[in-house]
């Protein structure tokens, strides 16, 4: 069964562009939630997407957003790129609601730099 | 707000020992935690996932227990290896169980 996929593997931006991210979950996962890794601040939570419903919300500004597919895959786009929004961005996929009773399996993550 | 902390940030030890690696967490009303395993510049790892009604869970070398009224889980390593070397991540289901919250690791070094 293939794990987790997430492309582009690295980006390097400017400040002031967008970019858009994305997770394939594993084959029959619905959920798939966001997390942003950085030195300073650890791994923190962005959202969560289940049956095409951001289900819950980290505290990010709203430059930071998401959909789902319908196949559950999911995108994460970022807007009016600053250069603290330098990070790995890492998504994770469970069977049902992110949480309760499920196991959470992570991607390899995207390294997103910011010039 | 639930918070993790992991102790100590950092561990170095021989090949071969057996080690403790800890995690705490404040508020004890959690359905499960897991605990991951991240190398340099990679995503997570998922090694074991304690449910709340379980005290411990093995996989091969790594045993983890969870006490639920302390706020306590540690993860044991038994005869440790170089390619054990990585940071180690706990994390709890937090808010409405729908996200996780982790604690900041500990970056394990295992010398030959």
């Known amino acids: 069964k293939a794990g987790v996929t997430q492309t582009p593997r690295y980006l390097i931006k400017t400040r002031g562009q967008q970019v858009t991210l994305s997770c394939s979950p594993i084959s029959g996962h619905r959920s798939v939630s966001w997390y942003q890794q950085t030195p300073g601040q650890g791994l923190q939570f962005l959202f969560e997407y289940f049956s095409e419903t951001q289900r819950n919300k980290g505290n990010f500004p709203g430059r930071f957003s998401g959909r789902q597919f319908s196949n559950s895959r999911s995108e994460m786009n970022v807007s009016t790129l600053e250069l603290g929004d330098s990070a790995l961005y890492l998504c994770a996929s469970s069977s049902r609601l992110a949480g309760v009773y499920n196991e959470q399996f992570f991607g390899p993550g995207t390294r997103l730099t910011v010039l | 707000k639930q918070e993790v902390t992991q102790i100590p940030a950092a561990l170095s030890v021989p090949e071969g020992e057996n080690l403790v690696l800890n995690c705490s967490f404040t508020?004890?009303?959690?359905?499960?935690l897991q605990w991951f395993r991240q190398d340099p510049g990679k995503g997570l790892t998922s090694l074991l996932l304690?449910?709340?009604?379980?005290r411990e869970q093995t996989s091969g070398r790594l045993n983890a227990s969870l006490d639920k009224s302390s706020g306590r889980s540690t993860l044991y390593i038994a005869a440790s290896q170089p390619g054990d070397s990585a940071t180690y991540l706990c994390a709890v289901p937090s808010g409405s169980a729908r996200q996780l919250t982790f604690g900041s690791g500990t970056q394990l070094t295992v010398l030959p």
């Open positions: 304690i449910q709340s009604s379980q």
């Open positions: 508020d004890s009303a959690i359905y499960n």
